[in-house]
Structures are given as C-alpha cells and as structure tokens.
C-alpha cells in the first residue's frame, strides 16, 4: 500500500510512474554510457565487487546471499 497526497500529484504535477530493474533498454543505453564510463562520468568501477569467472557463479551466489558483495562481473 502507498499513499501520496492528492495535492502534491494535482498541484506539482507529478505523475506515479513504475520501474522495474531500472527500465533500461541495452540497445539505446549501452551505446550512451561507453563514452561516458571512459570519460570517467560513471564510476562503474565503484560498484563492481569482484570480477569471476563464469565457473564461479555457484560461489558468486553464495556471497551475493550472504552479503559479501554487491555486483560481480563475469569475465567469460
């Protein structure tokens, strides 16, 4: 359940709006944030907390649920 006031949706008007896993679109959004990361406008590197390899993600899992980690990459 979620209540907004009625006023702040009618006299800003704001509108409710979902998104689900950040709504990106790959083919649009990739292309953008390259340049930008290599730039070093998007830390991507911050929020990487480890690199695995792909016979790793049993493990990866198992410290993701755990809490150790945030992001992992997957170096294939």
Same mark, same amino acid.
């Given at each position: 359940?979620?209540?907004?006031?009625?006023?702040?949706?009618?006299?800003?008007?704001?509108?409710? @709006?979902?998104?689900? @896993?950040?709504?990106?679109? /790959?083919?649009?959004?990739?292309? %953008?944030?390259? /340049? @930008?990361?290599?730039?070093?406008? =998007? /830390?991507?590197? =911050?929020?990487?907390?480890?690199?695995?390899? =792909?016979?790793? @993600?049993?493990?990866?899992?198992? %410290?993701?649920?755990?809490?150790?980690?945030?992001?992992? *990459?997957? %170096? *294939?």
């Amino acid at each position: 359940m979620l209540g907004i006031p009625a006023l702040t949706i009618s006299a800003e008007e704001r509108a409710p @709006m979902g998104s689900y @896993m950040g709504s990106g679109v /790959p083919r649009r959004d990739v292309p %953008r944030f390259i /340049p @930008m990361y290599r730039a070093g406008l =998007l /830390p991507v590197d =911050l929020l990487r907390s480890s690199i695995i390899a =792909l016979d790793e @993600m049993n493990a990866a899992f198992d %410290r993701l649920d755990r809490g150790e980690v945030a992001r992992q *990459f997957i %170096r *294939f």
